[in-house]
């Protein structure tokens, strides 16, 4: 299997929103796009596969090393050999990668977040340079193009954090911040028993809503600060805001029953949704 298979294979495997998007790309763009997602799957995965956080480091640890080998010229991976080529091209660096790693990190060392502050720390790092890097393989003119994206990231992590209140209770994490829980009366072992009546409240009820008017505004936000010179070559990330609202606004519609089960969009609606925004350029 070579490289380029390989990222393929990872991407398309995943069943993620992000491949739709990926689908509208040119040849060149699409296989470094690609690429570097099969990056953040290969490093986030270290974290949600492995229970033994000593042996989840010490990969994360090797991540971190094969990063270096690469921009030196010795990528070993499949997954780095595939993304070193378009580099250069993209602007994309090695802290940029290093980043995400770290990011990863995070999740093996804290699993509760005292506030807003430390939560927008940990989005940065895992969904915002990511979406700087995108940004940058997208194609852009304006460097505020690349604030737009950051922004965006933000938006679609807070989206997911809403939408796996219940998978990250079950490994014992909680991303809701604790100032937050308190404020609306919500008890961590709520969260972490995921079942009625522990769970779902009128308290829990007003806790989400109040988290996904913060993600609609974020989205709102970030929206606003896309130049327009800029708006067809970010398609791709149009693509996903729209995929990742309406799934923000099919858990809203669902009373956020998001302890017991995970909502998702079916692969017809995800490629309509890319369609659409594709032809409509919003």
């Not at 700087?132 to 604030?147: K, L, M, N, S, W």
Request: aromatic share 10%; net charge positive.
């Amino acid at each position: 299997m070579t490289p380029q298979q390989y990222v393929q294979d990872k991407a398309a495997g995943s069943g993620s929103s992000f491949y739709y998007a990926f689908l509208f790309l040119p040849p060149p763009r699409r296989a470094a796009i690609t690429a570097f997602y099969a990056f953040c799957r290969e490093v986030d995965d270290v974290v949600d596969e492995l229970r033994d956080t000593s042996v989840a480091a010490t990969k994360l640890a090797w991540w971190q090393q094969e990063v270096g080998r690469a921009f030196s010229g010795q990528a070993t991976h499949p997954v780095m050999q595939a993304l070193m080529p378009h580099t250069a091209a993209y602007g994309i660096t090695g802290e940029h990668l290093l980043a995400v790693i770290e990011g990863c990190r995070m999740d093996l060392d804290q699993t509760r977040y005292l506030d807003l502050p430390g939560l927008q720390r940990y989005c940065h790092l895992v969904a915002g340079v990511v979406g700087e890097v995108a940004a940058r393989i997208f194609g852009h003119t304006d460097p505020q193009t690349i604030h737009y994206a950051h922004r965006l990231g933000r938006a679609l992590q807070l989206t997911n954090i809403i939408r796996d209140v219940g998978d990250d209770a079950r490994r014992g994490r909680i991303y809701l911040p604790m100032s937050e829980l308190q404020r609306f009366d919500v008890k961590a072992h709520e969260l972490l028993k995921r079942e009625a009546p522990w769970g779902y409240s009128d308290r829990f009820t007003a806790l989400m809503r109040f988290q996904a008017e913060r993600a609609h505004a974020t989205y709102d936000k970030a929206l606003a600060l896309l130049p327009e010179a800029d708006r067809q070559a970010q398609k791709p990330g149009l693509m996903m805001a729209n995929i990742y609202r309406s799934l923000l606004r099919e858990i809203e519609a669902d009373g956020f029953q998001v302890l017991h089960q995970r909502t998702s969009l079916t692969p017809i609606r995800k490629l309509w949704i890319a369609l659409m925004t594709h032809w409509r350029g919003r």
